[in-house]
């Protein structure tokens, strides 16, 4: 059972077009932020293994090449936004591989947007030609309806995500008691945590958190916000994502907390 940061990156990514700041221009790997995803990994009660991928950013293509993923068993969103959406028609290449559909999982808001930008992949017999287009199975999900994906339990729950509700992911498994991963909370693009959201949050043993930067930001928390709603969800280590060049990754993680970290391209939390 394993979590791997594919990107943490903010939606322009890192280094940012046409900036010669010193995270930008920084020689430490870690600074090099693609958009924001990751997957969880695991091995299922059969003994398959198996990959659930967090979001599509815009970088999917570099980030699986880069970290030799293989396949993909199912696809979670946690909403519409471009920098999580736009690598979607990446994925039709484990289409080919895998030899079969994806199930997708989504709200409505963020399915109907989907559905809407990718008509070729969702409504193919409206293409003027036969293409080579994902294969996709949607699936509609609601904050607080947990599911079972492979033995692996996910509760959606709600975020604020500036005025727009969006979803972050609660995964537990019956299957991996050994583990020191779980539960796993995962809470991008986060500017506010209902109260309610936050009681569901408090058995959470490893959080992934948004901490877009310093100053305040209309739609994300501060890495000072982060901190403290990691406080009062109280897991054993938390990781910062979704990071902007105002954060070059040496200073900053040094400042931070002992059991609260950056994360960054790559990384891998078992």
């Known amino acids: 059972m394993k979590l791997r940061f594919l990107g943490t990156g903010t939606s322009a990514g890192i280094p940012i077009i046409a900036c010669d700041c010193s995270t930008c221009t920084s020689t430490d790997p870690r600074d090099n932020r693609t958009r924001t995803s990751a997957t969880v990994e695991f091995t299922d009660p059969d003994g398959i293994d ?11 293509r570099q980030q699986v090449l880069r970290e030799n993923i293989t396949r993909i068993d199912a696809i979670l969103y946690t909403h519409n936004h471009v920098d999580h959406t736009f690598g979607l028609d990446e994925v039709r290449r484990f289409n080919e591989v895998m030899n079969q559909p994806i199930n997708i999982y989504a709200n409505e808001h963020t399915m109907t947007a989907l559905t809407r930008v990718y008509q070729h992949i969702f409504e193919p017999h ?55 991963l779980l539960p796993l909370a995962y809470c991008t693009d986060v500017s506010g945590i209902p109260d309610e959201t936050m009681a569901t949050l408090q058995p959470t043993k490893t959080l992934v958190l948004d901490a877009l930067r310093h100053r305040p930001h209309p739609t994300h928390f501060t890495v000072e ?15 910062l994502v979704h990071m902007t060049h ?19 391209d790559g990384l891998i939390l078992s």
Do not use: C, W
Not at 225 to 239: D, M, V
Not at 246 to 264: G, K, R, V, W
């Open 50 to 60: 198996r990959v659930i991928l967090i979001d599509t950013s815009p970088d999917l």
């Open 225 to 239: 916000q982060a901190i403290e709603a990691a406080a009062q969800i109280n897991p054993s280590r938390t990781h």
């Open 246 to 264: 105002d954060l070059l990754h040496s200073t900053t993680d040094t400042d931070l907390p002992a059991n609260i970290a950056l994360a960054y």
């Open 126 to 180: 409206k293409n003027v030609q036969k293409s080579f287009i994902a294969k996709l199975v949607p699936n509609i999900i609601e904050p607080n309806q947990p599911f079972t994906l492979f033995g692996l339990h996910i509760t959606p729950i709600t975020l604020n995500h500036g005025k727009l509700p969006i979803l972050g992911f609660l995964f537990d498994s019956d299957h991996h008691p050994e583990s020191d």
